[in-house]
């Protein structure tokens, strides 16, 4: 059964306790400062930023919202999918939470998609 995504800001994924779970068939997931546990979400934003390596098969962007920012990373598939969307262009991610090598969470995406500006404004409005 799939984990329904949560839509959070990314302030409270950011400044979450990030918990790696043993299990294989468990999810990482974050305690947030009003202690939900969550392991997929879902985030609306704004692309700032952009890197993708020359043989295509990694690419990453910088999402922000009006509350912080979060590096979204994506391998082959998902990496030429990210590789679509430019700077400035307004998105929906929806993915899972992982830790790097330097202990700073990023978020897996499985859905990314561009939306309209109307539409993050309208997150903006029911979720802050």
Do not use: H
Not at 29 to 40: D, F, H, L, N
Not at 92 to 117: C, H, Q, S, T
């Amino acid at each position: 059964m799939r984990i329904p995504a949560k839509k959070i800001p990314i302030n409270e994924i950011t400044s979450g306790e990030f918990v790696e779970t043993e299990g294989q068939w468990e999810s990482n997931y974050i305690v947030t400062k009003t202690s939900k546990q969550v392991s997929r979400v879902a985030i609306y934003g704004i692309i700032v930023s952009k890197y993708s390596n020359t043989a295509k098969e990694f690419c990453s962007v910088t999402v922000e919202d009006l509350t912080g920012d979060i590096r979204v990373s994506g391998f082959k598939g998902m990496a030429k999918k990210l590789e679509t969307f430019k700077k400035g262009d307004v998105v929906l991610v929806v993915g899972r939470l992982r830790k790097d090598l330097k202990e700073n969470i990023y978020l897996f995406p499985e859905i990314v998609r561009e939306v309209e500006a109307d539409e993050f404004f309208l997150n903006v409005f029911e979720n802050y």
